[in-house]
């Protein structure tokens, strides 16, 4: 129903920037709410970051608290994470996910998924 490209993956030292960008096909992405997941290998995805549909909520796991933030433009269908102080055990594929119903900081709740950025730390 829904398709997302991320974009804005990359290599960065340590300690550096990148902020990701979801942008989502239709028209119903206000609908949504969005979430950032990550996988590294060998391991099991898991949520990083997610936002209400209109924003006015978020979740961060506590791993990227204070150093990540989620953001929206419902009219741009676009979702963000700016990912700060870049630590060696941040690099993995990163994925969009969108969620029509279901508590919107719970994985279980997202079913739409893009196709993951890879995001690369090095020291």
């Known amino acids: 129903q829904v398709q997302l490209v991320e974009s804005g993956g990359g290599l960065v030292q340590a300690g550096g920037s990148l902020r990701l960008s979801c942008t989502a096909s239709g028209r119903t992405f206000s609908s949504y709410a969005m979430g950032w997941f990550r996988q590294a290998p060998g391991k099991e995805r898991e949520i990083v970051a997610a936002?209400?549909?209109?924003?006015?909520?978020?979740y961060y796991a506590d791993s990227v608290k204070g150093r990540f933030t989620i953001s929206r433009d419902n009219a741009k269908n676009t979702v963000y994470l700016q990912m700060n102080s870049l630590k060696p055990e941040d690099p993995a594929v990163y994925y969009c996910?969108?969620?029509?119903?279901?508590?919107?900081?719970?994985?279980?709740?997202?079913?739409?998924w893009g196709q993951g950025i890879q995001v690369t730390v090095s020291s």
């Open positions: 936002i209400n549909r209109s924003g006015g909520s978020r």
């Open positions: 996910a969108a969620g029509g119903g279901g508590p919107y900081y719970r994985t279980p709740s997202y079913d739409h």
